[in-house]
């Protein structure tokens, strides 16, 4: 369904080529003429090299640009274009990537050959779908995605069964969630069943860069941002989705060992009418400075809380839960809320919710947690177990939280064979990897 192209062949004075339909001259650097550039069209040409540095090549538009950024599209005759599978063009490298055994794989530092990439602009709709080898992507320097953060993303995993079929976890949650996301910042809607068809061809391109190691997968990263040239802060008239690939080992290298937490009630990372619930990079970026706090202190990530109340959002990049007996003698699995917007809706939490709940073992809460009540668990000594959630972890068991001078530890039966996180994690992999038959397991 999809239509392979293959690179013109020609002559040139350098290795490259312009990922813009139409190919731009570009003037040597020994001439003292500005570069002439094709008028309105902002495309890059760079070197395709094996290095990760290989820069970008701007070329400069000479002439006004419109005041309103809105005019620069032509007016819609119909229905916008949205994304066709059926139109997805392929580009096949010619210059494979050197791969990396698995047992080197860490989290987004490797890189596959081709990558998935599709234009939207206002009037038209979405271009057709292009999988091209992996680069450097070319920016007008006024895009928003650089002035205004205007971007969201997606985290997917796919693995490898024991037959060699390639598999997706739930992907119908992540297009639902992306498609949120993009609502939020009011960036363009788009047919989530058509991408997730172009991303499982873009698999099926670079299948034998899949790890088949359990605990390590590929990693996918569908990502969204406004490419609109203007300074001016308007609503979206260019767009990109990108949707690029990395196999990936355990995202924490300790393996299944406890981490600590140190509560954060200091850097806010998200708050009632915000962007907490989305996927957006700004949700992420301005806990950099949390997270190394948090590591000064001994701990490997923050528990975000907020308000007077210290109400718990995420700890690091993940959701959280408890397993305890609460003030009614009931064993219970509590995680915060989605009601006020602060948390994310994470796949692998609601598979847990889904999963505790089949199960039976305990009630299954979700509500608004401050703090205190956690810490007065701990007190009576019943809490029983504390782990975070999340694609790229899966499940990571918590064995300590810091809080101001004190420090609450979990019970070492939380790490033991039999724990509920422990059986948890073997049945979300024994799903993943296609050894528990499960409709959440989707082969490509």
Same mark, same amino acid.
């Given at each position: ?69 809105? $005019?620069? #599209? ?36 490797? /890189? ?7 234009? !939207? ?5 979405? #271009? ?10 070319? =920016?007008?320097?006024? &895009? ?41 910042? @009011?960036?363009? #809607? ?7 068809? @172009? ?7 670079? %299948? ?21 040239? !203007? ?62 706090? $948090?590591?000064?202190?001994? #701990? ?14 995420? $700890? ?21 809320? =989605? ?19 089949? !199960?039976?073992? @305990? ?29 790229? &972890? ?7 939280? %810091? ?32 050894? /528990?038959?499960?409709? !959440?397991?989707?082969?490509?």
């Amino acid at each position: 369904g999809h239509v392979e192209v293959t690179p013109r062949s020609r002559p040139r004075r350098r290795r490259g080529f312009s990922e813009s339909v139409k190919l731009v001259s570009v003037t040597r650097p020994d001439s003292s003429a500005p570069p002439k550039a094709v008028p309105g069209v902002h495309r890059r040409v760079f070197s395709r090299r094996r290095s990760t540095t290989a820069a970008s090549l701007i070329v400069p538009f000479h002439g006004e640009r419109p005041r309103d950024v809105a $005019a620069m #599209a032509p007016a819609p005759s119909g229905p916008l274009a949205d994304i066709d599978s059926k139109q997805l063009q392929v580009q096949r490298t010619h210059r494979p990537l050197p791969k990396c055994p698995d047992e080197q794989l860490g989290f987004g530092k490797v /890189i596959t050959d081709h990558m998935l990439k599709v234009q !939207w602009r206002s009037g038209k709709g979405w #271009a057709a779908p292009q999988i091209v080898p992996s680069g450097p992507v070319g =920016l007008h320097p006024f &895009a928003h995605v650089f002035h205004y953060a205007i971007e969201c993303y997606e985290g997917m995993k796919a693995y490898v069964d024991d037959e060699g079929e390639t598999r997706l976890f739930r992907p119908d949650m992540n297009m639902k969630r992306f498609n949120d996301s993009a609502a939020r910042l @009011c960036l363009p #809607a788009f047919d989530g069943d058509e991408l997730l068809e @172009c991303i499982k061809e873009l698999l099926r391109v670079d %299948k034998e860069w899949i790890p088949h190691k359990r605990g390590y997968s590929m990693y996918l990263r569908p990502v969204i941002f406004s490419t609109t040239p !203007w300074l001016g802060l308007t609503q979206c008239s260019e767009a990109m989705i990108l949707v690029l690939m990395s196999p990936v080992g355990p995202y924490f290298k300790s393996g299944f060992v406890p981490i600590k937490l140190a509560v954060d009630a200091k850097y806010i990372r998200a708050w009632p009418g915000g962007t907490g619930d989305i996927k957006y990079g700004g949700n992420y970026g301005s806990t950099v400075i949390s997270q190394k706090e $948090a590591a000064s202190g001994g #701990a490997s990530q923050s528990l975000y809380v907020y308000d007077v109340d210290e109400f718990i959002t995420e $700890a690091g990049t993940m959701n959280v839960f408890f397993l305890w007996t609460n003030t009614e003698g009931v064993k219970e699995l509590v995680t915060p809320t =989605l009601e006020d917007g602060t948390i994310l809706p994470g796949v692998t939490r609601r598979s847990v919710l889904d999963l505790a709940a089949e !199960w039976n073992e @305990c009630a299954v809460t979700e509500k608004l947690l401050p703090f205190r009540e956690v810490a007065a668990a701990f007190e009576r000594n019943e809490i029983h177990e504390v782990f975070g959630t999340g694609t790229a &972890a899966v499940i990571q068991p918590i064995g300590f939280i %810091k809080y101001r001078e004190k420090t609450y530890e979990v019970p070492q039966s939380a790490f033991e064979p039999g724990s509920f996180q422990l059986r948890l994690t073997n049945e979300l992999y024994g799903i993943q990897y296609g050894k /528990i038959p499960h409709p !959440w397991s989707v082969v490509v």
